[in-house]
């Protein structure tokens, strides 16, 4: 089955309301391949998501990059489910490594969130990845199965769930993974997947890579068989985005 291609913005924590307004602006002014080619979707801050909704083109999508673990109540700064369903925002961004690391998410939390998010018919995309300490110590496979199989334990249906693959030591520090070093864990995550979810679902979900993603480095990483597409952070901001995007087409060559 063909795995349509998958760019996604996550702005983290960043933005004005006029810089926000500016990124939208050079994403609809953007030519780019179809959305049979590629599937683009933004993720501002909660606090932008419904003006980016509102004024980015339609074949563009939004992501929240948080959502709380089950249903709304008394969490105070938290945002359910339920809320973004209601706004109308159709994907989610969940088990950041920075989220993992700086808020003490575990494997199981984000495995509980995951599917809670997809209960509520939010469509996710699942970060997973390794410390630098972990790959250099020789688990990178251990730890990233150990990820997916906190997610795998909880959902039986992966037809909304793209699935990204961020190695920590990548992220934010110009340390992009060699196309060959993402080929490696796409390739093992999919054979993990084979062995302990289904055939199908391994050969249909997508793994998208993600850690210091840019216009320069995009199209070789795009031309790994496994590389589905990107999760893309400091160059989301950036006009660059646009270059990213357009890596698509090095599937179709
Ligand atoms: O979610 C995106 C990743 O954290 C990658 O961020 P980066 O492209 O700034 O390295």
Known sequence: MARKFFVGGNWKCNGTTEEVKKIVTTLNEAEVPSHDVVEVVVSPPFVFLTLVKSLLRSDFHVASQNCWVSKGGAFTGEVSAEMLVNLGIPWVIIGHSERRALLNESNEFVGDKVAYALSQGLKVIACIGETLEQRE?????????????????????????????????????????????AQEVHCELRKWLNQNVGADIAASVRIIYGGSVNGANCKELAGQPDVDGFLVGGASLK?????????????KN
């Open 137 to 181: 110590s020789g688990s990178t496979m251990a730890v990233v199965a150990a990820q997916t199989k906190a997610i795998a334990d909880k959902v039986t249906n992966w037809d909304n769930v793209v699935l990204a693959y961020e190695p920590v030591w990548a992220i934010g520090t110009g340390k992009v993974a060699t196309p060959a070093q």
């Open 239 to 251: 006009p660059e985005f646009v270059d990213i995007i357009k890596s698509a087409t090095v599937k």
